[in-house]
């Protein structure tokens, strides 16, 4: 079947930028995955996977950015003493 329709959405460039990295070390463009999600939608008679709110609060989730991009966020102590007082502020 030819394809001939045209969708225009407007995103985020970031979340493009880093869609299309990800898409692209799986072998698929952005209508790949596009065209993969409209079939899956229809298939499942609605969306194919679970929406829910995230359960990590901003902090969490930059902490986990930084790690993943190899920042160092370990603290060292000189004492056990040391690390529970600064555990207890």
């Known amino acids: 079947m030819a394809k001939t329709d045209t969708l225009h959405i407007r995103v985020e460039p970031s979340v493009k930028q880093k869609a299309e990295e990800?898409?692209?070390?799986?072998?698929?463009?952005?209508?790949?995955?596009?065209n993969v999600f409209l079939n899956q939608v229809i298939l499942n008679d609605g969306i194919p996977f679970e929406i829910r709110k995230p359960k990590y609060n901003k902090e969490t989730i930059q902490a986990i950015e930084d790690t993943k991009n190899g920042k160092n966020l370990s603290k060292t102590f000189d004492s056990v003493d040391e690390m529970f007082e600064e555990l207890d502020k």
């Not at 990800?22 to 596009?34: E, K, P, W, Y």
């Open 22 to 34: 990800t898409l692209n070390d799986l072998g698929l463009s952005i209508t790949d995955a596009i």
